[in-house]
């Protein structure tokens, strides 16, 4: 068995997380002449679980081969997602992987946001597209599916790291966007196709979105958000973090302005994030 099959075939090994995924893949780093698959007992050893099911068969692993995927291994595979403590072995896909190569530029926030976030990120989209950025959310209700929608009506590029399998919508009135991005621009999941959602998916799906990105706009969060959870990951990955600041009595201010107190760059304008972001250094 090849590398690439060896790795797509994880996917189907019962109660193999992604944190045991990529102790394997640190493994085979470590030992490249292994002989592949591994043996079952071994896979148990490196995971630390005694609890792993076999490896899928030939036909369960020919018919998930014609899949839209890509591996680790892969040359379009981005060398910033690499970096990251758990990157994911497999990333199902629908669009365009050109979008893989842009300047990507990560923007999340709050689910219930203001009036004001979204005059804020609609007066972003044409610069955004202007300067060739990627933006790259999580297709979740509020900022994210803001920013994905925003950049599609611009014509501009977006990518959408989803918390299912890319055959399930959610939440489902995202049913439109969610195919208009995979039509238009780039849709991402490590799960596969047919999974739901689940409590955890997101934020291991978040550790993608900071890993994908040089850096990332937190645009209104609460004390306990997601996008916090974001902000964290991305910071662990060396990246850079911008946040909005609001009002100390607004509960949606609370987690940008603790970002910013906690060192976050500080977005005062439309035309400040533009000159912040053509001066920074960004990597693919």
């Given at each position: 068995?090849?590398?690439?099959?060896?790795?797509?075939?994880?996917?189907?090994?019962k109660?193999?997380?992604?944190?045991?995924?990529?102790?394997?893949?640190?493994y085979?780093?470590?030992?490249?002449?292994?002989?592949?698959?591994l043996?079952?007992?071994?896979?148990?050893?490196?995971?630390?679980?005694?609890?792993?099911?076999?490896y899928?068969?030939?036909?369960?692993?020919i018919e998930?081969?014609?899949?839209?995927?890509?591996?680790?291994?892969d040359?379009c595979?981005?060398?910033?997602?690499?970096?990251?403590?758990?990157?994911?072995?497999v990333?199902?896909?629908?669009?365009?992987?050109?979008l893989?190569?842009?300047?990507?530029v990560?923007?999340v926030?709050?689910?219930?946001?203001?009036?004001?976030?979204?005059?804020?990120?609609?007066?972003?989209?044409?610069?955004?597209?202007?300067?060739?950025?990627a933006?790259v959310?999580?297709?979740?209700?509020?900022?994210?599916?803001?920013?994905?929608?925003?950049?599609?009506?611009?014509?501009?590029?977006?990518?959408?790291?989803i918390?299912t399998g890319?055959?399930?919508?959610?939440?489902?009135?995202?049913?439109?966007?969610?195919h208009?991005?995979?039509?238009?621009?780039?849709?991402?999941?490590?799960y596969?196709?047919?999974?739901?959602?689940?409590?955890?998916?997101f934020?291991?799906?978040?550790?993608?979105i900071?890993?994908?990105?040089?850096?990332?706009?937190?645009?209104?969060?609460?004390?306990?958000?997601?996008?916090?959870i974001?902000?964290?990951?991305?910071?662990?990955?060396?990246?850079?973090?911008?946040?909005?600041?609001?009002?100390?009595?607004d509960?949606?201010?609370?987690?940008?302005n603790?970002?910013?107190?906690d060192?976050?760059?500080?977005?005062?304008?439309?035309?400040d994030?533009?000159?912040k972001?053509?001066?920074?250094?960004f990597?693919?």
């Open positions: 068995m090849n590398i690439r099959d060896f790795i797509l075939a994880l996917f189907l090994v109660h193999l997380s992604y944190r045991g995924r990529a102790k394997v893949w640190q085979l780093s470590e030992h490249p002449t292994v002989a592949l698959p043996p079952i007992n071994l896979l148990k050893k490196i995971t630390g679980s005694e609890h792993l099911g076999n899928p068969s030939i036909n369960e692993l998930l081969k014609r899949l839209a995927y890509i591996t680790i291994i040359e595979y981005p060398a910033m997602l690499k970096e990251i403590i758990h990157p994911p072995l990333l199902f896909y629908c669009g365009n992987l050109q893989l190569a842009m300047k990507k990560g923007i926030g709050a689910r219930m946001h203001s009036q004001c976030a979204t005059k804020i990120i609609k007066g972003w989209g044409k610069g955004l597209t202007k300067q060739a950025y933006i959310s999580g297709l979740a209700q509020g900022i994210d599916s803001l920013a994905h929608d925003t950049m599609l009506n611009n014509g501009g590029s977006t990518i959408a790291v918390g890319l055959n399930v919508v959610y939440p489902a009135r995202h049913r439109t966007l969610q208009k991005i995979g039509q238009h621009g780039l849709l991402l999941s490590e596969l196709p047919d999974t739901g959602p689940r409590q955890y998916h934020p291991e799906r978040n550790r993608i900071a890993g994908l990105c040089s850096a990332i706009v937190v645009v209104e969060a609460r004390k306990r958000s997601g996008s916090l974001t902000a964290r990951l991305a910071l662990e990955a060396n990246r850079s973090i911008f946040a909005l600041p609001g009002r100390i009595d509960l949606n201010s609370f987690g940008t603790q970002l910013i107190n060192g976050a760059i500080p977005i005062l304008s439309n035309e994030l533009f000159e972001l053509a001066e920074h250094q990597y693919i």
